[in-house]
């Protein structure tokens, strides 16, 4: 996110990494999209933001350090530069939408056609590879998908978030990226995927180029990974 403010912070043990904060008897995840009541304000917080969650009253939850009663969310802007961390009360989320959650809602009529819902519909209609996988869309697919919000445009990528808690052999990973690749082919649209894993987020693109140490993204910020399986980390 661009836009930092001082979070209430706590320190957490790494095996807390995928740690979830419960609101209304639900898990919340990085890039699970939630519902609020109400922003609380923060110093610093830039004059874009009221007017962004009055039009959709959202918050997408990101990798931080955080106290109890607080989530770490991000708030999108109309513009790719207009993103801004900041923290959500507990008590004010109102619903919560995972990506896999998202599959399955289609976007309104005259929005089905652009790229990243066309390919959005192929993969959930033709892509055998996933069945059995937990996925679903984030990045602005994911955030017009639960909000109603017109945010995809004709050259927005799709961002594709897949649930890997158990290991992901780098065969496999292979199979899934080209999967992915011809799909993106076939609807002119770039798919970038990335995995959940024990370690924390991991581009599926890193992991099947058999790299020795990959990088994952976990609330203690970025880390150099050999095995997002053992959850042996090295700082980036």
């Known amino acids: 996110m661009r836009s930092c403010i001082a979070p209430p912070v ?21 890039h699970d999209l939630l519902k609020l ?5 923060f110093d610093g917080e830039p004059a874009w933001v009221r007017d962004a969650f009055s039009r ?20 999108r802007g109309k513009s790719r530069a207009e993103r801004h961390s900041a923290w959500a009360h507990d008590a004010d989320v109102e619903a919560v939408f ?19 819902f066309a390919a ?21 697919a994911g955030f017009e998908l639960a909000t109603q919000v017109p945010t995809v445009t004709s050259s927005s990528d799709l961002d594709l978030l897949i649930r890997a808690p158990e290991r992901l052999s780098h065969d496999a990973a292979l199979a899934l990226l080209a ?27 890193e992991l099947a180029a058999g790299r020795a140490r990959v ?7 970025p880390r150099l990974v050999a095995d997002a399986w053992s959850v042996r980390m090295e700082p980036a």
């Open 179 to 205: 999967e992915l690749h011809a799909h993106a082919g076939h609807t002119g649209v770039r798919i970038d995927a990335q995995l959940e894993t024990p370690a924390g987020g991991i581009a599926l693109a």
């Open 37 to 41: 009541r109400g922003l609380h304000h």
């Open 215 to 221: 990088m994952a993204r976990h609330a203690h910020g």
């Open 120 to 140: 959005l519909a192929a993969l959930r209609r033709d892509a055998v590879i996933l069945n059995g996988l937990a996925w679903g869309p984030a990045g602005s």
């Open 56 to 75: 959709a009253p959202f918050g997408v939850v990101r990798r931080a350090q955080v106290a109890a009663g607080f989530i770490a969310i991000g708030i």
């Open 10 to 30: 706590v320190d957490l043990a790494f095996d807390e990494s995928t740690r979830a904060a419960h609101s209304c008897g639900v898990q919340r995840r990085a």
């Open 98 to 116: 995972s990506p896999e959650d998202l599959v399955d809602v289609t976007p309104a009529p005259d929005r089905h056609t652009l790229p990243a």
